[in-house]
C-alpha cells in the first residue's frame, strides 16, 4: 500500500506562483512514475505532468514553459512549481504514483487563481 500526502494549494491572483508538495510512503519500487493531474469542477481529470524516477518528465500542452516538475527520490518527494497562473488553472490538483503495476492518488489540493 502507498500513501500520498499534499499540500501547498491555495488561492492567489493572476500571474502568481505556488508551490505543491506530495511526500509518497509505502511499497513503493524503485523505479516508478510520479506525476500531477488536475479536476477542474464539472471536468474530467487531466494530466499536468509527470516525471519518472529517472528524471524524464512530460507536461501539458496547457502548462508547458510555465509549470514545472521536479523529485525527491530520496524522500519519495514530488514537487510542482507552478508559475504565471491564470484563472484556467484552478481545479484541484492530484498527486499520483504508478509503482508495482498500479496507480495511487493523494487526496487532491485546491489551487485557485483569480482574475
Known amino acids: 500500500q502507498v500513501q500520498l500526502v499534499e499540500s501547498g494549494g491555495g488561492l492567489v491572483q493572476t500571474g502568481g506562483s505556488l508551490k505543491l508538495s506530495c511526500a509518497a510512503s509505502?511499497?513503493?519500487?524503485?523505479?516508478?512514475?510520479m506525476g500531477w493531474y488536475q479536476q477542474a469542477p464539472d471536468k474530467q481529470r487531466e494530466l499536468v505532468a509527470t516525471?519518472?524516477?529517472?528524471?524524464?518528465?512530460n507536461y501539458a500542452d496547457s502548462v508547458k514553459g510555465r509549470f514545472t516538475i521536479s523529485r525527491d527520490n530520496a524522500q519519495n518527494t514530488v514537487y510542482l512549481q507552478m508559475n504565471s497562473l491564470r484563472p484556467e488553472d484552478t481545479a484541484v490538483y492530484y498527486c499520483?504514483?504508478?509503482?508495482?503495476?498500479?496507480?495511487?492518488w493523494g487526496q487532491g489540493t485546491q489551487v485557485t487563481v483569480s482574475s
Open positions: 509505502g511499497s513503493i519500487f524503485r523505479f516508478n512514475t
Open positions: 499520483t504514483v504508478y509503482t508495482g503495476g498500479r496507480s495511487y
Open positions: 516525471i519518472t524516477s529517472s528524471g524524464s518528465t
